[in-house]
């Protein structure tokens, strides 16, 4: 299991590296293709920008949710899952927009993957530890 846990790991930063330089890189053309405003062209790279920056580590934010969930630690699972779409999500939304505007606001997502990530790495080390350890130490 963690040999298959580090492979899909690897393989979805890789690829979510690849995919976001890729879209990266054709951001004008994307935008380019939906609006001919310049000013809404340089809003729309930032969220690009912003929605891309993410792209390594969604995989990542997946495999700890599905890792979570299929070992039977559903609790864990779904704390993440609140905290991505809410605890964390909506407060640093006020937070963000506050402190930085409307660039505070486009990167709020990210913000809140970036941390909701994070507590699902700590569960799933936790949890992992935990169903790995001898039946005596459980």
Not at 43 to 69: D, E, K, M, R
Not at 85 to 112: E, S, V
């Amino acid at each position: 299991m963690k040999q298959i846990i580090r492979s899909t790991a690897v393989f979805t930063v890789c690829l979510g590296g690849v995919l976001s330089i890729l879209c990266y890189l054709g951001r004008n053309t994307i935008i380019a293709a939906f609006i001919d405003n310049e000013e809404v062209i340089a809003y729309g790279q930032v969220f690009v920008f912003a929605s891309i920056i993410i792209g390594p580590f969604y995989g990542l934010y997946q495999l700890c949710q599905t890792f979570l969930q299929s070992t039977g630690k559903v609790s864990y699972a779904s704390l993440v899952a609140l905290m991505d779409k809410g605890l964390f999500y909506i407060p640093l939304l006020f937070i963000l927009g506050r402190t930085f505007g409307l660039y505070g606001i486009i990167f709020t997502g990210a913000a809140t993957l970036f941390l909701s990530l994070a507590a699902g790495i700590v569960f799933s080390i936790i949890w992992n530890r935990k169903i790995s350890a001898p039946v005596g130490q459980r």
